[in-house]
């Protein structure tokens, strides 16, 4: 263990294991000035340096033991004077602010990604469905009139208008004994080729009406069917008087493609490229905020390393390495004052 006298800067080297208790005194060989001396800690190695006194110079601390707890020996030094170590492994700051700002992205992008599965359908579900519920009411409500006069030339004119809407794959009605007497599709371009040839041929399907069928004691129902390769969301009213069941599909395909077509829009994709290129320029900002500090710092620690301690350390750079810089510039100097005061 290093000890240097604080009046005249000698340099003792002390065998620390001798020491009993937790501190000791000794008086300095050169100028007598009194040494008080604590036990560092077990993970601390001690320093060597050249020093010799004597056992008879020390004395005993009443409150820790005597002087047998402590010996002297002469410390050896390099040639060079100057302890070398290899250079630490390990990443960059660099490194440490991109994977920070890469996991911050994924992690962002993934809540998004979580939100959107978990609640974006389910909302454009009910939209869906409320939309093909006022269209089938409404076209309920038109149909009534014409079907209890058995005026069956008006209620194709409004299944066929109903089915003209935005959206609307097909606009059916039922008579009591559940046959087709109106049932138009808004665009059969849109169906399978052998869908379509069934329905030139036999007409409206009547596995539609079956695969939505109006359970016992409701008045209405909506239920998501594949009809001729597309998938849609038929919605299913009992008309008053049991006189039938009007049935308006949405398409669902139609829905999904227009999201789809949202998210993948210039104006989304410009938001993106935007917001990861902000991101970016964040991280080099970042990282040369903080490296470029840590390497003029660095490098002011190597110099002074080798004996440059006329140099001045400013500092520069966020708060902490400026604290450090300071540190390092208060540390400079005591070396510095010392090492003149061993030189006179």
Not at 58 to 73: F, L, N, T, Y
Not at 137 to 152: D, E
């Given at each position: 263990m290093l000890v240097i006298c604080e009046d005249c800067a000698k340099k003792y080297n002390i065998d620390e294991n001798k020491i009993k208790g937790g501190s000791a005194r000794f008086s300095c060989q050169e100028c007598g000035h009194i040494i008080v001396v604590k036990k560092p800690p077990k993970n601390v190695a001690p320093v060597k340096e050249t020093a010799d006194i004597k056992e008879s110079q020390v004395k005993s601390d009443p409150a820790?033991?005597?002087?047998?707890?402590?010996?002297?020996?002469?410390?050896?030094?390099?040639?060079?004077?100057?302890?070398?170590?290899?250079?630490?492994?390990?990443?960059?700051?660099?490194?440490?602010?991109?994977?920070?700002?890469?996991?911050?992205?994924?992690?962002?992008?993934?809540?998004?990604?979580?939100?959107?599965?978990?609640?974006?359908?389910?909302?454009?579900?009910?939209?869906?469905?409320?939309?093909?519920?006022?269209?089938?009411?409404?076209?309920?409500?038109?149909?009534?009139?014409?079907?209890?006069?058995?005026?069956?030339?008006?209620?194709?004119?409004?299944?066929?208008?109903?089915?003209?809407?935005?959206?609307?794959?097909?606009?059916?009605?039922?008579?009591?004994?559940?046959?087709?007497?109106?049932?138009?599709?808004?665009?059969?371009?849109?169906?399978?080729?052998?869908?379509?040839?069934?329905?030139?041929?036999?007409?409206?399907?009547?596995?539609?009406?079956?695969?939505?069928?109006?359970?016992?004691?409701?008045?209405?129902?909506?239920?998501?069917?594949?009809?001729?390769?597309?998938?849609?969301?038929?919605?299913?009213?009992?008309?008053?008087?049991?006189?039938?069941?009007?049935?308006?599909?949405?398409?669902?395909?139609?829905?999904?493609?227009?999201?789809?077509?949202?998210?993948?829009?210039?104006?989304?994709?410009?938001?993106?490229?935007?917001?990861?290129?902000?991101?970016?320029?964040?991280?080099?900002?970042?990282?040369?905020?903080?490296?470029?500090?840590?390497?003029?710092?660095?490098?002011?620690?190597?110099?002074?390393?080798?004996?440059?301690?006329?140099?001045?350390?400013?500092?520069?750079?966020?708060?902490?390495?400026?604290?450090?810089?300071?540190?390092?510039?208060?540390?400079?100097?005591?070396?510095?004052?010392?090492?003149?005061?061993?030189?006179?």
């Amino acid at each position: 263990m290093l000890v240097i006298c604080e009046d005249c800067a000698k340099k003792y080297n002390i065998d620390e294991n001798k020491i009993k208790g937790g501190s000791a005194r000794f008086s300095c060989q050169e100028c007598g000035h009194i040494i008080v001396v604590k036990k560092p800690p077990k993970n601390v190695a001690p320093v060597k340096e050249t020093a010799d006194i004597k056992e008879s110079q020390v004395k005993s601390d009443p409150a820790i033991g005597g002087s047998e707890g402590m010996s002297q020996r002469p410390a050896s030094q390099g040639a060079s004077g100057i302890a070398t170590t290899k250079e630490g492994k390990g990443w960059p700051i660099s490194a440490y602010l991109f994977l920070t700002l890469v996991t911050g992205f994924f992690v962002i992008s993934g809540t998004f990604s979580y939100l959107y599965l978990k609640y974006i359908p389910e909302i454009i579900n009910q939209q869906i469905e409320l939309r093909t519920t006022a269209i089938a009411q409404s076209f309920a409500g038109v149909i009534q009139k014409p079907l209890l006069v058995r005026n069956y030339l008006q209620v194709n004119k409004e299944a066929q208008r109903t089915s003209a809407l935005p959206g609307v794959a097909y606009a059916a009605v039922t008579n009591k004994r559940g046959i087709v007497i109106a049932g138009f599709f808004s665009d059969l371009n849109r169906f399978d080729r052998q869908f379509v040839m069934d329905v030139k041929k036999k007409g409206f399907p009547k596995k539609i009406i079956k695969a939505n069928a109006l359970p016992a004691g409701m008045k209405e129902n909506s239920k998501q069917i594949s009809v001729g390769g597309q998938t849609v969301l038929d919605h299913v009213i009992a008309l008053p008087n049991k006189e039938g069941e009007v049935h308006v599909a949405v398409y669902v395909s139609e829905i999904d493609d227009a999201i789809r077509n949202v998210l993948l829009s210039p104006l989304t994709l410009s938001l993106v490229g935007g917001v990861l290129f902000v991101g970016f320029i964040i991280f080099l900002l970042l990282t040369r905020s903080i490296t470029k500090p840590t390497r003029q710092l660095t490098d002011m620690a190597n110099r002074i390393s080798l004996g440059e301690m006329d140099l001045s350390i400013t500092p520069r750079g966020p708060r902490e390495m400026r604290e450090l810089a300071v540190a390092f510039e208060r540390m400079r100097y005591s070396v510095k004052a010392a090492l003149d005061r061993l030189k006179k």
